[in-house]
Structures are given as C-alpha cells and as structure tokens.
C-alpha cells in the first residue's frame, strides 16, 4: 500500500483562526467558553459555548459566495484555504481528477434550517423559502464547494458518524490514497451547531454542562465534578498526499498517518459501552492497519467530552488496551479548552495530534481539581499544564452518537 502524509493545515476554531494562534492557545492551556452571544440563551439549562472570534468570511469570499453559504461552509473554506496554501500544492499543474475532497459534519447547515423554518412558520398565509435554503443546509455542501472553489475533480463526499465524523473523513482519505485512487485528498471537518435549536436539544437531553456562571472551567475531563459537555464550533482542513508524490515536490511533511479503524459499540443510541469495548476493539484495530503496538504510542488525544459517563467509559477502554500502568502513554483532552466541535472535532484534535508530534509538546487537560477516582494511579493524565516530551506516535480518539467509534494514528515520518 501507498504511504500517506499531511502536507498542509488549516483550523478555523474557538482558540483561534489559524494554526499558530490554535496551537499556542492550546499549549497554554486557554480555556475559550464563555455566555453565548449569537442568541438569547438565558430560558436554557445551558448558557454557555466554545465560540469561533473574529471570523471574517469577507477575507477570502465574496459576498454573492456568503449568501450562497451556510457558517458551516464558511468554515470549511477558510480551514481549506489555510491547509492548501500551507501545502503550497501547485493546483493548476495537476490533473484535477487526482485531487479529492473528502470532508465530513455532523448537522451541515443547521442554522439555515432553522432560518429559514421561522420564517416559513412565521410568514403568515404567503409563506416563502430562500432558493438558496436546500443548497445552503444539505451537509455534502462544504465538500462540494472546496471542490468547486479549486476545481478539485476527484474523489468528492461527506462522511456523517455524528461527533466520529472527522476520523471517517480522515481514514476514508488516507484509503482512497493507499488504493491509489488519488493523489492528494483535502479532509477534515465543519460544524457551525450554536443555535437555539442545536443548544436546546442538547440542553433538553442534559448532555451539556449548567456551570454558567463560571464558564472557563467548566469543561473539565477526568475531573470529578465533570457535569457535561460544552458545545464548539469551527473546522480542521488537512491536506493528505501520497508519500512519494509529496517528496518528489519537495513538500513539508508534518507527519504520516500511519493507521485508522472504525467500529460500532452496538449498544445505545446516545451512550458509549460502558466498558469502552467498541473503542477498545477500534484502538486496536486502528494500531493494527498502522503496524504498530500499544507500546509505541506516546501521545492519546482523548475524546474525552466532559461528561460523567462518557469519560470514565474511554478510560476503561485505554486501559483495556494499553494497560493500566503504560511506560509511554501520556493522555489530554483538548477539548477542555476548545469545547466540542461535534463533527469537526476530529479534524482540530488531529491538528492538534499532529502539532504535538512536531513541536514534542503534549498540550494539557485543563481544570482539573480533583482527578476521578476511576482514573488508574498509573495512567500519565496530563493535567493543566503542557508536556515537554518527545512525540513519535499519537492516537486521536473520537466517539458519537449511534455508538460510532473512530481512530486515526499519526507518526514521525522517517524515510
């Protein structure tokens, strides 16, 4: 099979708009939640969000573009932007078939939906709908507008596995290239959920955290008083080529993905198996179709959301697999500081992966006070602050509703 690698990335997300900002926020452990602003959320449980700042669609679309868009979309161009001038791929030189796209959202154009359903319910006895509303909201939407904005004519889909979403997206690319069905795939994911009906369904469902009045510490994984998730939004492109396409160019090369698998816990429509073996099962897999074991991993960027069950239910699948007193593994969730990004979580948690291969720092969990009990003596939570350690091989986790359990696996690249 072909090797494949990333040879650019972009981010669009609550820690910032490009990959540096990101990733220096995240070293640093910021946490960005805060009262939601985009709407009158004082009747919910939840009040709080992982909001993008400072996004500026104008800086790279049109306006005839950015009414033909939903946010989601926006999203996903602005992450792809960043991820194909970072892999400074020469685009018209190449055939356009050997390009995909393979990207991946859980809720697609969600606001527009509910945009444009008001307005329909609302609007009295002519009621009208935008003509741009079903292209606007169908989730295979920012796909095809990477597409069409580079005229990549290539492989072209949307992955859909709820909060896993991204990983499909990412393993799905990193396929079709050691199939030799491509050359270079743009992936990763988009999500845009902050709106009242996305806030309140998941408030409803008592899915998110009601720690309102102190929102930068209330996403807290591992911690004991850990009481639900908080919503993110936001995108992660990257850009995977085939190994030996990427060096006869002379690109940078971030890092390899090396494996990934996929499996289904079978068992709840909202709950994780509560003894991880779906998660257990794909970890193992995903070690597998990389060659490599449980010992060489360094770095596990845990799904992780904050939520009582979910999180103790991934410890015991860690443990299942690497043991409960690993020699090498150190464990973070990312998320304590970005929130959830639901379907474009795995994009940003393997930047994230990727980033602390290359700079050999493992970006903390933070506001943890008081560790679970549940949480093994022996498995290295990083907790609060960052590492300083060298990073061959990390492992990113991500799980979603219907039970979809999704990993991808990244490592140095050697030659």
Not at 62 to 83: N, P, S, V, W
Not at 147 to 176: E, P
Not at 184 to 196: D, K, L, M, W
Not at 252 to 273: K, L, R
């Amino acid at each position: 099979m072909k090797r494949v690698v990333i040879t650019g990335m972009g981010v669009i997300s609550p820690l910032g708009n490009d990959v540096a900002t990101f990733w220096d926020n995240l070293k640093n452990g910021k946490s960005s939640t805060s009262k939601i602003t985009r709407f009158d959320a004082s009747q919910f449980r939840t009040q709080i969000a992982s909001e993008v700042k400072d996004f500026d669609p104008e800086s790279f679309l049109d306006r005839a573009e950015i009414k033909r868009t939903d946010l989601f979309t926006q999203y996903a161009l602005g992450a792809a932007k960043q991820a194909i001038e970072d892999s400074k791929l020469d685009i018209p030189s190449m055939d356009p078939f050997d390009i995909g796209v393979i990207w991946g959202s859980g809720q697609g154009g969600q606001a527009t939906f509910e945009e444009q359903v008001t307005e329909y319910v609302e609007g009295g006895s002519k009621p009208r709908f935008s003509p741009f509303f079903v292209p606007k909201m169908i989730v295979n939407m920012a796909s095809g507008m990477i597409s069409i904005k580079y005229r990549l004519m290539g492989i072209n889909y949307t992955t859909v596995s709820a909060c896993s979403t991204s990983n499909t997206a990412i393993m799905d690319a990193l396929n079709y290239i050691r199939w030799g069905k491509a050359k270079v795939i743009v992936t990763g994911g988009s999500e845009a959920p902050i709106t009242p009906a996305s806030v309140g369904g998941f408030s409803a469902m008592k899915a998110m955290s009601t720690q309102n009045d102190s929102p930068e510490t209330a996403c807290r994984p591992f911690d004991v008083n850990r009481d639900g998730f908080i919503m993110g939004e936001g995108a992660g492109a990257l850009v995977l080529e085939e190994y030996e396409h990427a060096v006869a160019r002379g690109a940078t090369i971030y890092a390899e993905v090396a494996g990934a698998a996929m499996t289904a816990d079978a068992y709840h429509m909202t709950s994780t198996h509560p003894e991880g073996l779906g998660a257990s099962h794909a970890m193992k897999s995903a070690l597998k179709d990389a060659g490599l074991t449980p010992d060489d991993v360094d770095y596990l960027n845990a799904h992780a959301t904050s939520t009582p069950v979910g999180d103790v239910s991934e410890i015991k699948a860690i443990i299942n697999v690497f043991g409960d007193k690993p020699d090498r593994l150190h464990v973070s969730a990312t998320k304590s500081m970005t929130g959830h990004l639901l379907g474009a979580a795995g994009a940003v948690e393997a930047i994230a992966s990727v980033m602390s291969i290359r700079d050999s720092i493992i970006p903390p969990t933070i506001n943890i006070t008081e560790p679970d009990p549940a949480l093994p003596e022996g498995l290295k939570i990083v907790m609060n602050k960052a590492l300083e350690k060298n990073v061959d091989v990390a492992m990113s986790n991500t799980f979603g509703f219907g039970g979809h359990n999704g990993i991808v696996v990244f490592k140095k690249v050697s030659s």
